[in-house]
């Protein structure tokens, strides 16, 4: 219940605070980048969401507003390299300085998208798993080199990375262009 949460937010914010701390966080309209923008806002961060899909950004960020939390979404391709360029560089001119992103967004195999039978390595079709590359890794390295373009300036800042234990082993449900992007972020 509600009371297990706040407890768990009390505890959590015995051992680290982020009150007014500035923070990115990609792929932020569902799972696990609304859950960490979730715990941020809560414990007093100043969290800014991106996502590509703006009906689930803005449906996550109502949700926290709601509870009167310092959030705001921001509409963002990781795989476009300048346009997320800009969109940090612009969060971070507005916020007066940027202290932490989360470079989190990501997503399943493109192998979902193709039929079982081309789904083999002998017959992925080289554009799926470019695909995959492209959000897992690129979208990645686009987010932490746009972060550090405005931090390195700053002398200070944090860029957080979420990876995959597929990246670890072969998972054989997760496809061949997200284990090998998720090993390369490893």
Known sequence: GGGAVAADLDLLGSIFNVEGVRVVVTGAGNGFGQAISE???RMGARVT???INDLALQASVEVL???DLDVHGEVADITDAA???????????EQGGLDVVFANAGGG???SRVAPEDSTVDRLPASAFKAGIELNLRGAFNTMQAAARVMRPQRSGRIVVTASNAGLRP???AGYSYVAAKAGLI
């Not at 346009?83 to 001119?93: F, G, T």
């Open 39 to 41: 715990v941020l806002a």
């Open 65 to 67: 507003e709601k509870e």
């Open 49 to 51: 969401m991106l996502d």
């Open 171 to 173: 998972d054989l449900y």
């Open 109 to 111: 195999s493109p192998t």
């Open 83 to 93: 346009a997320i360029d800009r969109v940090i560089a612009a969060v971070a001119k």
